[in-house]
């Protein structure tokens, strides 16, 4: 979905004067450019566990199956290819702990459906490789562990956002204009998918987080805290904070109408923990001269917690 950065300064502005005082607000810490030429799209984000400070990020459709590294200066610090995969419209990405393994993989979401039109999405997962960090370091290839092909239960849905929590749990959280975004579980399995299988999502439930087409209020990205008590859901101008209940409904912790994002992006997608209270937020291109990233503090959340 892409929206005019005009429009998003319009939202930010309606929200900032008409919402309520929340006990949860959040602090600009910074906020940077995204220096690669090829990173226009920045549509979801995550922290690398293997070296501090680097962020994996990726491209939305249109692109090849390229995963890219940055930081929170916005620094090009090279790609790699993933093998055997394809760019559709991967709209997201997660990292959480592979099944097999006490390694850390990376899940990236190849979920966008605009038309909501396709008859399965997939969810591609591979160890996490060694992160480039040089801008000259883009010919590697890494090796997938596998593609998750996956069906709903009811119909297509549009979707931009996927997490992964501290058991290894996957959920996609669908992209709603005019009712409150889904939330579905990829089933758990006791043997790996073969190729000619889809697997079909559960529906948990719905997120209390309520639809503004005004505000821009659309699911865009989330993350899951490096504790995996609390969910962080994005929208274009607004983040939403839950209480993870394991395979049952998080439970809200800001209002329905979430916690406005301090500043304007010019299309935001992308959100992942860097700690406890720290995010970090990728946008697109949208109509702007350049990508952008930000770290924001949250401030008050530690309160809404049992």
């Excluded at 929206?3 to 929200?15: E, I, P, Q």
């Excluded at 959040?26 to 400070?53: H, I, M, Y």
């Excluded at 916005?74 to 702990?97: C, F, K, M």
């Amino acid at each position: 979905m892409h929206v005019s950065f005009v429009a998003v300064a319009l939202a930010v502005v309606v929200v900032s004067r008409g919402a309520a005082q929340s006990p949860v607000h959040l602090q600009l810490v910074d906020t940077a450019l995204l220096r690669s030429p090829r990173l226009v799209e920045s549509s979801g984000v995550a922290a690398s566990t293997r070296r501090a400070g680097v962020l994996w990020t990726h491209n939305d459709g249109g692109d090849e199956a390229r995963l890219y590294t940055t930081d929170s200066a916005g620094d090009d610090l090279g790609s790699v290819r993933v093998a055997d995969a394809r760019n559709v419209d991967w709209e997201d990405i997660a990292a959480g702990p592979c099944p097999s393994s006490a390694s850390r993989c990376l899940f990236v979401a190849d979920i966008g459906d605009n038309r909501r039109s396709r008859d399965h999405v997939l969810i591609y997962r591979l160890a996490e490789p060694e992160p480039p960090t040089v801008a000259s370091d883009t010919l590697r290839a890494v090796p997938l562990d596998a593609a998750l092909s996956l069906r709903y239960p009811d119909h297509p849905h549009d979707a931009e956002a996927i997490m992964v929590d501290a058991a290894g749990r996957i959920f996609l959280v669908t992209k709603e204009i005019f009712s409150r975004p889904r939330l579905f579980q990829v089933p758990p399995r006791l043997v790996p998918q073969r190729p000619w299988e889809t697997d079909t999502l559960r529906l948990v439930g719905q997120l209390d987080i309520a639809p503004d087409l005004l505000r821009l209020r659309a699911v865009t990205g989330a993350a899951v805290s490096p504790a995996g008590d609390v969910l962080v859901v994005r929208t274009y101008s607004s983040l939403h904070f839950f209480r993870m209940r394991g395979d049952s409904l998080p439970a809200p912790l800001t209002s329905p109408g979430g916690v406005t994002i301090p500043f304007i992006e010019p299309q935001g997608e992308g959100v992942a923990f860097l700690s406890s209270d720290l995010l970090v937020l990728t946008s697109e291109l949208g109509l702007a001269a350049a990508a952008t990233i930000a770290r924001v503090r949250v401030v008050g959340l530690a309160r809404q917690l049992p």
